[in-house]
């Protein structure tokens, strides 16, 4: 008896780390009328997928017009959601796979300290805008100087090496 309950132990902490890593795609799958998602996971439900393109939307200050061909305003908006036909939809594909892997393949990696590592999202750059907004740093205070570009400033002690 206490074996079984062992190995069920061992089971559930199994089962909780595979739901874990498969978060974003939940086994159960509604989306049947979605036929071209290259990037995100098919087994996405209709929900999580609209609720995903209002992020998309929100993060780049935007409508879903700018990634959809729009067929009819009238009486009410309709779009051909599966054409690629728009560039910015192939874009925000790439864009899709970019944060994927930044998030996957580095910041993952970081060690995790207070409430762990941010994750990078489309609003991390893009915030409500199409084309994020470029910043260049001020130089700092009590200073007059140039733009870092047209005469660099001087670098402050680089930090100390392992
Ligand atoms: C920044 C660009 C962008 C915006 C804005 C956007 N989408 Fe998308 N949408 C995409 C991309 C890219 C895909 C394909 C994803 C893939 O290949 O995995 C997609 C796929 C879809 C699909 C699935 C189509 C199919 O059958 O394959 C639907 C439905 C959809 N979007 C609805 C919306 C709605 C509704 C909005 C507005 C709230 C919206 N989208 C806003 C980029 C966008
Ligand atoms: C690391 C910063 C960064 C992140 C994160 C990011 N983008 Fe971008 N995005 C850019 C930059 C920079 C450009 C402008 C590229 C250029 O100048 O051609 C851009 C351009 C775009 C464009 C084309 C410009 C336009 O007129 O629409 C789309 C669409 C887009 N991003 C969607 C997304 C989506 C969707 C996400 C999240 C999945 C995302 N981006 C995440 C930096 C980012």
Same mark, same amino acid.
């Given at each position: 008896?206490?074996?079984?309950?062992?190995?069920?132990?061992?089971?559930?902490?199994?089962?909780?780390?595979?739901?874990?890593?498969?978060?974003?795609?939940?086994?159960?799958?509604?989306?049947?009328?979605?036929?071209?998602?290259?990037?995100?996971?098919?087994?996405?439900?209709?929900?999580?997928?609209?609720?995903?393109?209002?992020?998309?939307?929100?993060?780049?200050? !935007?409508?879903? $017009?700018?990634?959809?061909?729009?067929?009819?305003?009238?009486? #009410? &908006?309709?779009?051909?959601?599966?054409?690629? +036909?728009?560039?910015?939809?192939?874009?925000?594909?790439?864009?899709?796979?970019?944060?994927?892997?930044?998030?996957?393949?580095?910041?993952?990696?970081?060690?995790?300290?207070?409430?762990?590592?941010?994750?990078?999202?489309?609003?991390?750059?893009?915030?409500?805008? !199409?084309?994020? $907004?470029?910043?260049?740093?001020?130089?700092?205070?009590?200073? #007059? &100087?140039?733009?870092?570009?047209?005469?660099? +400033?001087?670098?402050?002690?680089?930090?100390?090496?392992?």
């Amino acid at each position: 008896m206490r074996r079984f309950a062992l190995v069920a132990i061992i089971f559930l902490i199994a089962g909780c780390t595979a739901i874990r890593q498969q978060k974003s795609m939940p086994a159960k799958s509604d989306n049947l009328e979605f036929h071209n998602l290259q990037v995100l996971s098919p087994n996405m439900t209709h929900d999580e997928l609209i609720a995903t393109m209002r992020g998309y939307a929100r993060s780049l200050g !935007t409508r879903c $017009e700018h990634c959809h061909v729009q067929t009819a305003t009238e009486p #009410r &908006e309709k779009f051909d959601f599966p054409s690629d +036909a728009k560039p910015e939809k192939k874009i925000a594909r790439t864009m899709m796979q970019m944060v994927q892997a930044v998030n996957a393949n580095y910041i993952s990696t970081l060690p995790k300290e207070g409430e762990g590592p941010q994750t990078v999202s489309c609003a991390t750059c893009h915030r409500g805008h !199409t084309v994020p $907004e470029k910043w260049t740093p001020p130089a700092p205070e009590g200073r #007059r &100087e140039a733009p870092p570009a047209a005469q660099p +400033a001087p670098v402050p002690p680089p930090p100390p090496q392992p």
